[in-house]
């Protein structure tokens, strides 16, 4: 198929590189001229203003958005759509809000272009891996792009067949799904990430225990020197937590096992708030992603007025005196 990439970052250019690889014929824009130069010498057209690249692009035009969620998407969203024509497509492929994906999709009928939300998995390794993908929108036009889905995903590879699964029809063993109307894939996408969050938490606090199990207030018998990245490896052979996660942490740890590089500043990109808003919404509780989402805030925090307020009620009920960061007390 012929499409049009938007945004050549970390992920846009590796999914136009899988495509351009899978024999699909892409268009790619950028605001960096020298991306777009970049792509060109590995078999992309290029194009030097969105005038040009809607130009090049097939019937029905497809573009694929990979810009950041909020307002650079929404200003793209509406730039490609006032350059394009009734049955036109228009792919947000970002981590878009799904409540953005349900307006978008009626502000875009009303000119007769289509509009399907993808939310994307596989981040910086999806060139070689592929890509999970969690589809929105009209059933009939997904169908139609189901060439370029294929490509981009991971396709069955040597994982085991779930028991059962050949009885079940769809894509779900290829790695990407058909999730329901405007919306449906970025909600998928939205929990998904929200759950990324507790799995990330859970291992993050686990490995602290073992960090500190050396610790010289704790009885002598009960202290332990473990080697935190050979704990990793082995619960990457065989263990019921082994994850695609675990062997992330199991090469960051074999890196540098103090992670000294690494500040600490923990960012959130928007899915995680997402995703506790609809359980308050379904009134669903959350208490590991709640906490996981706040653990992340906390990062990048000194101490808060709340804490300083904590300590000066245990000083004045109870007489503790906390001891000063750096610090010890007698």
Request: include cysteine; charged fraction near 25%; hydrophobic fraction near 40%.
């Amino acid at each position: 198929m012929r499409l049009g990439m938007v945004g050549l970052g970390r992920m846009g250019a590796n999914m136009a590189r899988r495509l351009i690889r899978g024999g699909h014929e892409v268009v790619v824009t950028d605001l960096s001229a020298d991306a777009v130069k970049g792509m060109m010498s590995e078999g992309a057209t290029g194009s030097a203003s969105l005038d040009d690249f809607v130009s090049k692009l097939g019937s029905p035009r497809i573009a694929w958005l990979m810009v950041p969620a909020g307002g650079p998407t929404e200003s793209t969203a509406q730039a490609i759509a006032d350059r394009f024509r009734p049955r036109d497509i228009l792919i947000d492929g970002g981590n878009s809000y799904f409540k953005d994906d349900i307006r978008r999709s009626k502000m875009l009928a009303e000119k007769g272009i289509h509009y399907v939300d993808v939310g994307t998995s596989g981040g910086v390794w999806g060139l070689e891996r592929g890509y999970c993908m969690m589809i929105g929108g009209p059933k009939e036009v997904v169908q139609k792009l189901d060439p370029i889905f294929k490509t981009l995903a991971p396709g069955r590879g040597d994982i085991p067949r779930t028991p059962g699964r050949e009885k079940l029809p769809g894509t779900a063993e290829e790695g990407y799904i058909y999730c329901g109307p405007s919306g449906a894939g970025h909600f998928v996408k939205m929990v998904h990430n929200g759950i990324e969050y507790g799995i990330m938490q859970a291992y993050a606090e686990g490995f602290d225990i073992f960090r500190n199990a050396s610790k010289p207030d704790l009885p002598k018998n009960e202290q332990y020197e473990f080697d935190l990245a050979d704990i990793a490896e082995v619960w990457r052979r065989g263990s019921v937590v082994s994850s695609w996660l675990l062997d992330l942490t199991a090469i960051a740890l074999a890196e540098n096992p103090t992670l000294s590089e690494y500040s600490g500043f923990v960012q959130d990109s928007g899915e995680g708030r997402w995703t506790i808003e609809a359980a308050i919404a379904e009134a669903v509780p959350v208490d590991v992603l709640s906490a996981a989402l706040f653990v992340r805030f906390r990062s990048r925090l000194e101490h808060t007025f709340a804490e300083k307020m904590l300590s000066a009620m245990r000083q004045k009920f109870g007489g503790h005196v906390e001891p000063i960061a750096g610090k010890k007390t007698a």
